[in-house]
């Protein structure tokens, strides 16, 4: 096994069909924009009914048909969020855990430490969560809160730190695959190949996704010199 292996989005994902919901943080190759990349797919009607909104330079989830939303509380949040020099990427509302405690000047840890995997048993679907903090150099921090055992009797807690590197990104996700209940997450975060172009891997990512369980893709390459961003959004709804 070749610990330094970096795979494309496409070989991540390709053929699986239910990797759930993911974060790819990264670098572009020539080192000058920051890469995030956040997904969501889903299986049942309620799941499947959402699309992504901007809002400003926050991202979030609203029901594409409101008549047909059923249970909100797991589903609908800010899978994205800017706060001065961080930028906030999850999968459900933890998101809003973190920036509050960066808002008071505590870490992603503590906050996540408030936190635990979702409470829908028996899957116990894991909250993945990653920052971006933009300084001198560009670091990002990723998690994954899981459960203990089948039983969902504890929270196991995960953290990792990257220095971005260019040309590599770290893929995290909640699912391994389908099943019931669903298989969660095992490992460290992915080594995945960063493009230099924002279309090209918007491309890649959304085309090799599961086509009947995709929902929604956002991608958002930010210039570290000036500031400036450039999104991409996907919904499969629209």
């Known amino acids: 096994m070749n610990v ?15 990797v759930g919901r993911g974060i790819v943080l990264g670098k572009t190759p020539d080192g000058k924009k920051a890469v995030s990349a956040y997904f969501i797919m889903g299986r049942s009607s309620n ?4 699309i992504f909104l901007e809002e400003g330079e926050n991202v979030m989830i609203k029901a594409f048909d409101e008549s047909k939303l059923e249970d909100p509380s797991l589903i609908i949040y800010y899978p994205m969020r800017k706060e001065g020099d961080k930028l906030i990427v999850t999968n459900g509302d933890q998101t809003d855990t973190v920036w509050e405690f960066v808002k008071e000047g505590k870490s992603f840890e503590e906050a996540l430490d408030t936190r635990c995997f979702e409470p ?28 203990a055992d089948l039983e969902g009797t504890e929270c196991f807690r995960y953290y990792y730190n990257y220095t971005a590197l260019p040309g590599l990104g770290h893929f995290i996700h909640t699912y391994m695959q389908d099943g019931n209940p669903i298989p969660t997450f095992c490992g460290e975060p992915e080594r995945v190949a960063i493009p230099a172009d924002i279309d090209e891997f918007t491309k890649e990512i959304w085309e090799n996704l599961d086509e009947d369980n995709k929902i929604s ?14 999104n991409r959004m996907i919904n499969k709804n629209q």
């Open 120 to 147: 829908d048993g028996p899957n116990w679907t894991p909250r993945i969560s990653g920052m971006f903090t933009f300084g001198e150099k560009l670091t990002y921090k990723m998690s994954i809160l899981k459960s």
């Open 217 to 230: 893709l956002y991608v958002r390459y930010t210039d570290l010199e000036t500031g400036a961003v450039e």
């Open 4 to 18: 330094y292996e970096i795979n494309t989005m496409a070989s991540a994902v390709k053929g699986n069909s239910y």
């Open 47 to 50: 799941s499947r009914n959402r």
